[in-house]
């Protein structure tokens, strides 16, 4: 029986990003993440993942904030194969910082778990 992986979905609509833009927000060295329950209504809770990465455009250039999201994107696929850290039902919105393109993926991760850990305490 092969693991189903969990898709990301991405926030698609303004509303959904002022909404959440308005919920609560951790901040780290590598990223800022804002995440609440019930933004997005969704039937299929366990297929998707409502997350959005997000730079802002003082970050470099487009190569250097691709890259960025390519990474934190990464740590969060990573997470949810090994841990199950993460809450289906939560929405998600991760603004990545220039460390993120600085640092070894490794510390990224342990960051993001870090992360997940304190928020899955909040729930």
Known sequence: LPLKMTKLKSLNKEIQFLKIL????????????????????????????NISFVT?????????????KRKLKSAVQKILKEKKLIDLSYTYLIFGKNNVYKDKFKFVLEEANKTFEKINSYA
């Open 56 to 68: 802002k455009k003082k970050i470099g250039n487009a190569v250097v904030r691709n890259k960025i």
């Open 22 to 49: 308005k919920k609560r927000k951790i901040n780290n060295k590598y990223f800022i993440i804002y995440f609440g329950r019930d933004i997005i209504h969704n039937k299929n809770i366990n297929e998707y993942l």
